[in-house]
């Protein structure tokens, strides 16, 4: 309870501090000189270098005079299934004239993987940048043309399914202005190969998409004729992306992933389709 009042404490002081414009490159400078010291150490080593990172990250933040809201999940640190170690920090936050707008962008480590590693958190840092830019550029518009609008987004990552062989990290995007919206991105990290995942690097071929969408056009109407407020507004030419968002579940099936609205209306929400196994071991041969 100390430590949590003494944090709550810190962060009603940072309220009234500014945020520096270069904190980005700050604090990317920092990850990336711990991570080179990290990677000198032991798997177990690598567990306790890691918090003292972040701890080191929380006191350089402080010596800059950050606000709370970058610091607020600083002290969150999970270990996911022993594989990947996911540090959530609250870069980009909007909060002004009907905007609230709150961005997570984590660090992953320990996939035994650096390049791996590397990929994913650049990716990570990449998209919260757009993510920040595209809403504060859109805020900005609004502002000049003197025009009032409230709008809440929130994009945030969790883990979506763990097993054997793969772990899927979810990345959604929620927003909220009149009525809302959800997407999501999905990445399956294969734990054995270290690689990510694909439809096409597991099929190899582009049968796959005709395989499965024909499965799923087949689900879709059984569903339909199950529950009638079931629907879909696709046709017999329905076809899945080839790059569509999937994941492993428990039960190593495939499991095609769309977001709201992308083939049912927006009362159905984000919509899923197992793929039978014999279908997904056929395509694989």
Request: proline share 2%.
């Amino acid at each position: 309870m100390k430590n949590k009042d003494e944090l709550n404490k810190l962060k009603e002081e940072y309220n009234k501090i500014e945020i520096p414009k270069d904190l980005d490159d700050v604090i990317e400078k920092a990850f990336k000189e711990s991570k080179k010291e990290v990677e000198k150490k032991s798997y177990k080593r690598n567990i306790r270098r890691w918090c003292a990172s972040a701890a080191t990250i929380g006191a350089i933040i402080v010596s800059i005079n950050i606000s709370p809201t970058f610091a607020d999940n600083l002290e969150n640190i999970p270990v996911i299934g022993g594989i990947i170690k996911v540090v959530n920090l609250n870069n980009y936050r909007i909060n002004r004239n009907g905007y609230d707008i709150s961005i997570d962008v984590p660090e992953i480590s320990t996939i035994d993987s650096k390049d791996l590693e590397y990929k994913l958190n650049e990716e990570f840092k990449k998209e919260g940048k757009e993510e920040y830019k595209k809403y504060e550029n859109e805020l900005k518009n609004i502002e000049k043309s003197g025009e009032k609008s409230h709008k809440y987004g929130k994009v945030w990552y969790e883990i979506l399914n763990e097993n054997d062989n793969v772990i899927s990290i979810v990345r959604y995007n929620y927003e909220s202005q009149g009525s809302s919206d959800t997407t999501r991105k999905i990445y399956n990290v294969d734990k054995k190969d270290k690689e990510i995942l694909t439809l096409k690097g597991m099929f190899g071929n582009n049968d796959y998409v005709d395989v499965i969408s024909k499965n799923i056009l087949k689900q879709m109407k059984e569903r339909a004729k199950k529950d009638p407020l079931d629907s879909y507004f696709v046709d017999s030419s329905f076809k899945i992306r080839k790059d569509q968002d999937f994941y492993i579940n428990n039960k190593n099936e495939l499991v095609i992933c769309f977001d709201k609205y992308e083939v049912a209306p927006g009362s159905s929400g984000l919509v899923e389709f197992t793929i039978p196994t014999e279908i997904v071991n056929n395509l694989m041969k």
